[in-house]
């Protein structure tokens, strides 16, 4: 009997998994992935099975009871099974019923984790999720839910909505009867990780405008404190000698000379 690894790919580009995620890839002997993986990763196990069982929101998928029975009939026929899943594996990722069914069957599992969707959104658009004073709390939510209830509120200073982009205009409104203000600032990001990212700036109110913009694709909305734009901040001692320092790299001697930075 084998062991399964679960690897969090990444939420776009191939070279976004990390290197021990990479590592594991290369020595497996079948491959589940997901619908969102990049099929670039497929040159670091060339030699291996790969097992399409993706998911799309309103679209045909792999059941997951098919995915799990799938994934222990792997396990007992080979001796490294990886579970290749978009951006982390424990951020609305099914791993929980995977781990259960593996653990049923008595086969080992390793998790290896990876760069989620919210995390590359905020560094396309260099909005960190956090700041200083102003953005202490971060709450992750899923906007595809099973019974298509969308439950968005006002539980953190920054928001971010995963699996959005049909439910924008419905996301707004949520929010704006939770109590958020209507000029509260959003962000929204489709295939974030991928080299065509795309970003549009909204306000609360106006959310709804983004759905033709983002159709059709991966996207995250992130709400609140992580969707302003960072800004000059006022100078302070600290602030006006880094910018002192010459566009070459070289700082000023008491001597009149320069010399380069340290």
Do not use: N
Not at 3 to 15: L, Q, S, T
Not at 84 to 112: H, N, P, Y
Not at 147 to 163: C, K, N, P, R
């Amino acid at each position: 009997m084998g062991r399964v690894v679960f690897i969090g790919a990444g939420p776009g580009a191939a070279d976004l998994i990390t290197l021990r995620g990479a590592r594991w890839l290369a020595q497996a002997d079948v491959v589940l992935f997901d619908a969102l993986t990049d099929p670039a990763l497929r040159e670091f196990a060339p030699k291996a099975r790969w097992m399409d069982v993706g998911k799309r929101g309103f679209c045909k998928s792999t059941p997951q009871a098919s995915i799990d029975a799938l994934l222990v009939r792997q396990a007992r026929a080979h001796a490294l099974v990886v579970r290749l899943k978009g951006g982390d594996a424990s951020v609305f990722g099914r791993l929980e019923e995977e781990l259960q069914a593996l653990a049923a069957a008595g086969i080992e599992s390793e998790v290896v984790p990876g760069i989620t969707a919210a995390i590359a959104a905020a560094a396309h658009t260099q909005r960190p999720l956090t700041r200083r004073g102003t953005g202490r709390s971060v709450s992750l939510t899923t906007a595809m839910t099973a019974d298509s209830q969308l439950q968005a509120g006002h539980h953190a200073d920054t928001e971010v909505f995963y699996m959005a982009g049909r439910q924008l205009g419905a996301l707004g409104r949520q929010l704006l009867q939770a109590g958020w203000a209507a000029d509260t600032p959003v962000c929204v990001v489709s295939r974030a990780g991928w080299p065509d990212a795309l970003s549009s700036d909204h306000a609360l109110a106006g959310l709804a405008e983004a759905a033709l913009l983002h159709a059709s694709r991966p996207t995250v909305v992130t709400v609140g404190a992580g969707a302003r734009a960072v800004t000059m901040a006022p100078q302070t001692d600290a602030t006006a000698a880094c910018a002192a320092i010459p566009p070459t790299g070289l700082v000023p001697t008491q001597a009149g000379r320069a010399k380069a930075a340290p």
